[in-house]
């Protein structure tokens, strides 16, 4: 967008949302010599205004249809609106009682329905199993007043808060009509509070200026959310009692209180998550023990005593026994040591290994350690495929991070010593690169007007008006839509964060070209080998088997390479803890769910799953409603018996098998490998920018009404037994991605499955059951006999 | 002139050539290596491989028109020729000797960058099906006229036959609907007053609000200030009362005084008082195709900071820009009373742009298959925009005159994204699309032919070539450019028009770079899924209706109790 064009000489009618603006400038004006000429103005715009709205929710309406008592809202809304913005012409009494709702200026209050609040009660959103209000008397006070919602662009919407052991839950005071939908909503904010990365408190009091007063709070998952808090004069606590409140259940690790899933105590139809994974059988089916002797399994670290990061069952090499495994210990960073992650078999049995480990203890003098080098030795041995060959090591760090390494200690295997090792490194880099990566992502959001509260959802906030009091405030908008939206691709090239997608997908591809192609075994490292490790091990595990790219298998996967192998989840995460600024949070894991979206993306038929299992498990992987992601190892789950005492996601997701499953799936047994060059990689969308709301909804009335319909149907099923967290259906596609493609397609099978099930949903829906009406063919058979 | 002077050497022996295709077994791109011999023809150049018992006969067939530039790579040991289409498609041709290579060159040199229209390919090319007259006249604007007038009493447009010979408006059709009220007098006066006689006329009516788009040439006010009473007048009369009239002009506010300076101007208040100019800045055809050229560049050299190159080919600068004007027009004639008259320097390009894409977003009937035809014909090939100039090169090549710009292309790119965001609303596909893109550039068909209808008819298109539409049309052709998706939508259509909700054409673009299998099946599956879809649903209908008949019938025989049911 021209920069010049703001300046044009062109005012003109302009659009809805500016008018409001416009008339709420005015009116904050409050210049009583102006006022008189102020009323006509705004006489002028609002009745202007109402027609327009009218003629909007006639449309609105129209579309309903079937909702009757909707209308009547509309209507009434539409009333009071006139009433209320014609009496607002004759005195200045709007001022006053606009300036009672918060301290933001009213100008940024949304009046596309200003009628007064229906229901002064509380609002209480559904609970799950084990939430509770938090109910101290100052806070249910609160409740009752208005709370004002800021959105992107600077407007407000007054609603009610609640909070609870799990959620912050905040409703508008009225339904916001998304008129090309033709729906009309509450405007309801539901934060899960694990969700919550930090808060702030905004603006003073005693400020004149046109601050916000309130809370700010960042979420992980890159949403922002302010909140505008009244207060009728200093002495006012009401921020001060929410923000504890807030910070006390936001961040129980902090504040010595244990974690919502303690509490939650939801039953599902299958409860075997905490059993998904049993590491002995897992290895028995990759071969170990059942196709070849040549691996044991080895109970050394049975009370974690040899290295409290890693799962109690190792799988080593046979001829090393349990004592030389705890020496080789003292050689690598945390006593993680070289294990099995998973086996190859060709035709004649035999085998190609893959294992994980962290760095080897080499420091600055270049230590050595027979025991260690010995063991590589034993473990390249083994393979019997390509013994010429050699045992590939693969660095996941850039040489230099690898080569500094050494000052603290670590290190790299060098080639002299290790005699049939080949060193590579993969040059994917650390976890602060990463998460600095990420947050540039986040900050690419938008100030998009959100679907409920504009008439006018799709439009950015700069329209042909350009008017001098609102001059300013144009201007903030238009920086922050232009520079947002016509740097983004500039942005999404500066964050890097693509590139980091393919560093890993190239270093997973590379492992699977090492053990498939030349069939060599390699062995993966990083420093510690919790993180870039566990990216690589996994994602080349899924290119490799197919049984990991089955609902099933996925969920074991997660639960072997990452969790039994101790990424530190909870300190990665930040779960619980009010720290922000830990220098130890990183988005590695959902980096690694990216990377399984892009293969997905890439290679569509291939996964058992869907989308929506990768967004569900991310987003719970924060909220801490199930134990699954708690701690940051086995040792620290034992010891918080977490097994017992929280659910499982994956009963959760077990339960609703379905929903996760991908409807064009067909079994494949070759390796899934993906291009990675930049046209071909895309950017998660769906998940990064989800609450962004950036493409109109409107095109969802496309949907055929009955796909809509099961779809909804599906939904609140979920919705009743799980916190959903309102995943978009339909969601912006950058560079071809095909999302919403693949929701159409699994929709018509769904209803076509649904069509096809002998009891099926649509006889249902004709009251009688298909049994029923065999019964009644039966039936005037006799009759016709008769 | 005849193709038999261009071509020195009709065949050339013992040839390499490289090129980039699928591989469907190995799902991935993969360079092919032939070997054969080398024919010119007189549109064609015909690589055919030699002869071999493994591998079946393979030819690959290149029409002239379709190649872009070309790159001599002659050394000692090399003598190579780098064809690039005019479809993004790249071939490298390995010749054994020095000689060839350069009579090569010079042929494909000047059969490529023929100008006389009579030599182009759809005038050899009427074998292909019989020539249609239907499909020639498939658009008339009798037939625009009376779907924006169903009653033509109470209308207050007709149509205006001034332009029969194309005298007044060589680029203009012959006939064009303006106001009833002025005479044609009027409008030759206007036309005298505007730029290559492009006097406003109507291009679209929105029937629910009664506000219209009107578009022309700028107007011709030169340093002397000139100003034409008949000009104000049209404009005058074409508003009714109650409605707000805009004239968006697409050239930025800033250089107005370069364009008057040049003998153009723009409306100015005084003398158009009810009218109100917005000025909104659109690269012109000559910046696009600089844009272009960038845009496939980064396409084909996507490895190292792609996102980088995409932006700076401002590609989709142009795109969203496009999308937003019209946007807000569509906004403005929908939801308020505005009514535009649209113009940028001649009228032939961004504002055909420009008042395109709001009808698509305006108009249900523009986003059906044949609405669509009748859009381009009306607002593109009647409308004068100059397709032999705009699109003799592609992305890769240009001429000394630098006529060319892809406006079109940009026109299809963005009912493309329109298509992507509401995709059960468009009738056609984006293979229609595509297929529009390719005849675009060259055709065995002769719809593009020509810069306007007065050079059309000059040339006799229309009985010596085929139309494109004949082959659209066809009973198979038809199936695959239909999305099975569609649903009859007869709303406006709101399209996000944030960068993060578009994206690249890759089936475009990266055609020859990116795996289209995925998603060709992707497409036949859906195909499959909506048949499916609609078979179950006809027989759940019929068991229900059996159902209830039975029902009724029990209940008749009182075997069922009625209460119950």
């Known amino acids: 967008m021209n920069q010049n064009d703001i300046n044009d000489d062109v005012p003109k009618v302009p659009t809805r949302t500016h008018l409001k603006t416009n008339l709420n400038n005015r009116i904050n004006a409050q210049n009583l010599q102006q006022t008189k000429i102020?009323?006509?103005?705004?006489?002028?715009?609002?009745?202007?205004?109402?027609?327009?709205?009218?003629?909007?929710?006639?449309?609105?309406?129209?579309?309903?249809?079937?909702?009757?008592?909707?209308?009547?809202?509309?209507?009434?809304?539409?009333?009071?609106?006139?009433?209320?913005?014609?009496?607002?012409?004759?005195?200045?009494?709007?001022?006053?009682?606009?300036?009672?709702?918060?301290?933001?200026?009213?100008?940024?209050?949304?009046?596309?329905?200003?009628?007064?609040?229906?229901?002064?009660?509380?609002?209480?959103?559904?609970?799950?199993?084990?939430?509770?209000?938090?109910?101290?008397?100052?806070?249910?006070?609160?409740?009752?007043?208005?709370?004002?919602?800021?959105?992107?662009?600077?407007?407000?919407?007054?609603?009610?808060?609640?909070?609870?052991?799990?959620?912050?839950?905040?409703?508008?005071?009225?339904?916001?009509?998304?008129?090309?939908?033709?729906?009309?909503?509450?405007?309801?904010?539901?934060?899960?509070?694990?969700?919550?990365?930090?808060?702030?408190?905004?603006?003073?009091?005693?400020?004149?200026?046109?601050?916000?007063?309130?809370?700010?709070?960042?979420?992980?998952?890159?949403?922002?959310?302010?909140?505008?808090?009244?207060?009728?004069?200093?002495?006012?606590?009401?921020?001060?009692?929410?923000?504890?409140?807030?910070?006390?259940?936001?961040?129980?690790?902090?504040?010595?209180?244990?974690?919502?899933?303690?509490?939650?105590?939801?039953?599902?139809?299958?409860?075997?998550?905490?059993?998904?994974?049993?590491?002995?059988?897992?290895?028995?089916?990759?071969?170990?023990?059942?196709?070849?002797?040549?691996?044991?399994?080895?109970?050394?670290?049975?009370?974690?005593?040899?290295?409290?990061?890693?799962?109690?069952?190792?799988?080593?090499?046979?001829?090393?026994?349990?004592?030389?495994?705890?020496?080789?210990?003292?050689?690598?960073?945390?006593?993680?040591?070289?294990?099995?992650?998973?086996?190859?078999?060709?035709?004649?049995?035999?085998?190609?290994?893959?294992?994980?480990?962290?760095?080897?203890?080499?420091?600055?003098?270049?230590?050595?350690?027979?025991?260690?080098?010995?063991?590589?030795?034993?473990?390249?041995?083994?393979?019997?495929?390509?013994?010429?060959?050699?045992?590939?090591?693969?660095?996941?760090?850039?040489?230099?991070?690898?080569?500094?390494?050494?000052?603290?200690?670590?290190?790299?295997?060098?080639?002299?010593?290790?005699?049939?090792?080949?060193?590579?490194?993969?040059?994917?880099?650390?976890?602060?690169?990463?998460?600095?990566?990420?947050?540039?992502?986040?900050?690419?959001?938008?100030?998009?007007?959100?679907?409920?509260?504009?008439?006018?959802?799709?439009?950015?906030?700069?329209?042909?008006?350009?008017?001098?009091?609102?001059?300013?405030?144009?201007?903030?908008?238009?920086?922050?839509?232009?520079?947002?939206?016509?740097?983004?691709?500039?942005?999404?090239?500066?964050?890097?964060?693509?590139?980091?997608?393919?560093?890993?997908?190239?270093?997973?591809?590379?492992?699977?070209?090492?053990?498939?192609?030349?069939?060599?075994?390699?062995?993966?490292?990083?420093?510690?080998?919790?993180?870039?490790?566990?990216?690589?091990?996994?994602?080349?595990?899924?290119?490799?088997?197919?049984?990991?790219?089955?609902?099933?298998?996925?969920?074991?996967?997660?639960?072997?390479?990452?969790?039994?192998?101790?990424?530190?989840?909870?300190?990665?995460?930040?779960?619980?803890?009010?720290?922000?600024?830990?220098?130890?949070?990183?988005?590695?894991?959902?980096?690694?769910?990216?990377?399984?979206?892009?293969?997905?993306?890439?290679?569509?038929?291939?996964?058992?799953?869907?989308?929506?299992?990768?967004?569900?498990?991310?987003?719970?992987?924060?909220?801490?409603?199930?134990?699954?992601?708690?701690?940051?190892?086995?040792?620290?789950?034992?010891?918080?018996?977490?097994?017992?005492?929280?659910?499982?996601?994956?009963?959760?997701?077990?339960?609703?098998?379905?929903?996760?499953?991908?409807?064009?799936?067909?079994?494949?047994?070759?390796?899934?490998?993906?291009?990675?060059?930049?046209?071909?990689?895309?950017?998660?969308?769906?998940?990064?920018?989800?609450?962004?709301?950036?493409?109109?909804?409107?095109?969802?009335?496309?949907?055929?009404?009955?796909?809509?319909?099961?779809?909804?149907?599906?939904?609140?099923?979920?919705?009743?037994?799980?916190?959903?967290?309102?995943?978009?259906?339909?969601?912006?596609?950058?560079?071809?991605?095909?999302?919403?493609?693949?929701?159409?397609?699994?929709?018509?099978?769904?209803?076509?499955?649904?069509?096809?099930?002998?009891?099926?949903?649509?006889?249902?829906?004709?009251?009688?059951?298909?049994?029923?009406?065999?019964?009644?063919?039966?039936?005037?058979?006799?009759?016709?006999?008769? | 002139m005849d193709f038999m002077d261009l071509i020195e050497m009709p065949r050339v022996d013992n040839v390499k050539v490289y090129r980039q295709i699928q591989n469907y077994e190995l799902n991935q791109l993969v360079t092919q290596k032939l070997f054969g011999s080398l024919n010119l023809t007189s549109h064609h150049l015909i690589f055919i491989t030699q002869t071999d018992l493994q591998k079946p006969r393979e030819e690959i067939w290149i029409v002239h028109s379709s190649i872009d530039s070309l790159e001599k790579n002659v050394t000692e040991a090399k003598f190579q020729l780098m064809i690039k289409c005019k479809n993004f498609q790249i071939y490298f041709v390995d010749f054994p000797t020095a000689y060839c290579c350069n009579s090569i060159h010079k042929s494909l040199e000047s059969l490529s960058n023929l100008t006389t229209e009579n030599m182009k390919l759809p005038f050899f090319c009427q074998t292909i099906s019989k020539i249609n007259q239907e499909d020639w006249n498939f658009y008339s604007i009798e037939k625009s006229y009376k779907r924006f007038f169903p009653n033509e009493d109470s209308s207050e447009w007709r149509i205006s036959e001034i332009n029969n010979d194309f005298k007044i408006s060589p680029s203009y059709p012959k006939k064009v609907i303006v106001p009833k009220n002025i005479d044609d007098q009027a409008l030759i006066k206007s036309s005298q007053f505007r730029s290559m006689g492009r006097f406003p006329i109507l291009s679209y009516y929105h029937k629910k609000t009664n506000s219209f788009i009107l578009r022309s040439g700028q107007p011709l006010l030169g340093s002397s200030n000139k100003r034409c009473k008949e000009d104000e007048l049209i404009l005058k009369c074409a508003l009714p009362k109650g409605k707000q009239g805009y004239v968006y002009d697409l050239r930025d506010a800033s250089i107005l005084k370069t364009a008057v300076s040049k003998g153009g101007g723009y409306e100015t208040e005084v003398n158009y008082p009810l009218w109100k100019r917005i000025n909104k800045h659109m690269d012109r055809f000559d910046q696009l195709h600089i844009s272009y050229s960038k845009l496939i560049d980064a396409c084909i050299n996507s490895s190292t900071q792609f996102f980088y190159k995409l932006d700076t080919s401002a590609w989709f600068y142009n795109i969203r820009q496009a999308l937003y004007l019209s946007f807000l027009i569509a906004d403005e004639i929908h939801n308020k009373n505005g009514c535009f008259l649209i113009h940028g320097w001649d009228g032939l390009d961004n504002t055909l742009l420009i008042s395109s894409l709001a009808q698509i977003l305006l108009d249900p009937e523009s986003r059906t298959l044949d609405g669509f035809i009748d859009l381009i014909e009306k607002e593109w090939l009647h409308a004068g925009h100059p397709f032999s100039k705009r699109y003799f090169k592609s992305a890769f090549g240009t001429t000394p005159q630098k006529q060319e710009g892809p406006v079109f292309v940009l026109f299809l790119d963005c009912v493309r994204q329109l298509c992507e965001q509401f995709c059960l609303s468009f009738e056609f596909n984006e293979d229609f699309l595509i297929m529009l893109f390719d005849n675009l550039y060259t055709s065995e068909y002769g719809t593009f032919l020509g810069n306007n209808q007065n050079e059309r008819e000059q040339l006799l298109v229309s009985s010596r070539t085929v139309s494109l539409w004949t082959y659209v049309k066809n009973e198979e052709n038809i199936k695959k450019f239909i999305n099975p998706l569609y649903k009859i939508n007869d709303d406006v259509i709101w399209p996000s028009i944030f960068t993060q909700s578009l994206s690249l054409w890759s089936n475009l673009f990266l055609r020859f770079q990116i795996n289209s299998k995925p998603n060709d099946e992707a497409k036949k599956e859906i195909v499959k899924l909506v048949e499916t879809n609609l078979q179950v649903k006809i027989k759940v209908e019929k068991l229900r209706n059996e159902l209830l008949e039975l029902q009724k019938e029990a209940i008749d025989a009182g075997v069922l109790n009625s209460e119950n049911y």
């Open chain 1, 38 to 786: 102020l009323s006509i103005t705004s006489d002028k715009c609002t009745l202007e205004n109402a027609a327009d709205m009218a003629a909007k929710k006639a449309l609105g309406t129209a579309k309903l249809g079937s909702i009757p008592s909707l209308n009547t809202h509309h209507n009434t809304d539409l009333d009071q609106f006139r009433n209320l913005s014609i009496s607002s012409t004759g005195s200045g009494d709007v001022h006053k009682e606009m300036n009672t709702v918060p301290i933001i200026q009213p100008s940024q209050i949304i009046t596309s329905s200003i009628s007064k609040p229906k229901h002064s009660q509380n609002i209480i959103p559904k609970l799950i199993e084990g939430e509770k209000l938090v109910s101290t008397s100052e806070f249910s006070n609160l409740t009752s007043t208005d709370i004002v919602f800021v959105l992107p662009d600077n407007r407000g919407v007054s609603g009610k808060l609640c909070l609870t052991n799990f959620r912050l839950y905040f409703r508008s005071d009225e339904y916001y009509s998304n008129v090309l939908r033709g729906t009309s909503h509450y405007l309801v904010i539901d934060l899960p509070l694990g969700l919550v990365h930090r808060i702030e408190k905004i603006g003073h009091l005693s400020s004149k200026q046109n601050n916000f007063y309130g809370i700010f709070i960042y979420c992980k998952n890159g949403r922002k959310l302010i909140f505008a808090i009244s207060a009728r004069n200093k002495q006012d606590k009401s921020r001060k009692v929410i923000y504890d409140l807030l910070h006390k259940h936001a961040f129980p690790l902090s504040n010595n209180l244990s974690f919502f899933a303690f509490s939650y105590k939801q039953r599902f139809p299958d409860e075997t998550g905490w059993f998904v994974y049993d590491c002995k059988k897992e290895y028995e089916r990759i071969g170990v023990t059942t196709k070849t002797n040549d691996w044991r399994f080895s109970s050394v670290n049975q009370d974690f005593k040899l290295c409290d990061t890693y799962p109690k069952i190792l799988v080593v090499p046979a001829s090393v026994k349990d004592e030389e495994l705890k020496q080789i210990a003292e050689f690598r960073s945390k006593h993680r040591i070289p294990v099995l992650s998973w086996l190859k078999f060709d035709n004649r049995k035999n085998h190609v290994a893959l294992l994980r480990s962290s760095q080897p203890l080499c420091g600055i003098t270049q230590k050595r350690s027979e025991k260690d080098e010995n063991y590589l030795f034993k473990i390249f041995k083994l393979n019997t495929i390509n013994s010429l060959d050699k045992l590939y090591i693969m660095d996941a760090r850039p040489v230099v991070n690898a080569y500094a390494n050494r000052t603290t200690g670590g290190g790299h295997e060098s080639e002299d010593n290790y005699k049939d090792c080949e060193i590579n490194f993969l040059n994917i880099h650390n976890i602060h690169v990463m998460r600095e990566s990420l947050r540039k992502i986040f900050d690419m959001s938008l100030p998009s007007v959100s679907q409920y509260t504009s008439n006018q959802p799709i439009m950015p906030s700069n329209t042909l008006s350009s008017n001098s009091s609102s001059h300013a405030q144009n201007q903030a908008n238009n920086r922050l839509e232009t520079d947002d939206d016509k740097n983004f691709l500039l942005n999404l090239e500066n964050s890097k964060w693509l590139s980091h997608i393919r560093s890993v997908l190239n270093g997973a591809l590379k492992v699977v070209k090492y053990i498939n192609s030349y069939s060599s075994s390699v062995l993966v490292h990083c420093s510690d080998g919790w993180d870039r490790t566990a990216q690589l091990t996994s994602l080349s595990m899924i290119m490799m088997d197919k049984y990991y790219r089955t609902l099933k298998g996925f969920e074991v996967l997660i639960e072997k390479e990452w969790l039994s192998f101790g990424h530190r989840f909870g300190i990665r995460m930040g779960h619980g803890s009010s720290d922000h600024a830990n220098q130890d949070r990183s988005p590695i894991f959902l980096q690694f769910i990216d990377c399984v979206w892009q293969l997905m993306q890439q290679n569509s038929k291939v996964f058992e799953f869907n989308e929506r299992l990768l967004i569900t498990i991310v987003n719970n992987m924060y909220t801490c409603q199930f134990g699954t992601f708690l701690y940051n190892n086995e040792f620290e789950r034992d010891k918080y018996d977490v097994r017992n005492k929280t659910v499982s996601l994956w009963s959760y997701v077990n339960s609703y098998k379905n929903e996760f499953k991908n409807s064009s799936y067909i079994e494949y047994d070759g390796v899934v490998e993906c291009s990675t060059s930049m046209s071909s990689l895309q950017l998660w969308t769906s998940y990064y920018f989800q609450y962004k709301e950036v493409i109109d909804d409107s095109s969802l009335v496309d949907l055929p009404n009955e796909l809509n319909e099961s779809q909804k149907q599906a939904n609140s099923q979920v919705k009743m037994t799980n916190y959903n967290m309102n995943t978009p259906i339909l969601t912006s596609k950058l560079f071809g991605s095909s999302s919403f493609f693949h929701q159409m397609v699994s929709q018509m099978k769904a209803t076509v499955r649904s069509y096809n099930s002998p009891q099926s949903n649509a006889l249902q829906s004709g009251t009688v059951q298909e049994s029923e009406l065999i019964r009644y063919k039966a039936v005037s058979a006799h009759d016709a006999n008769n």
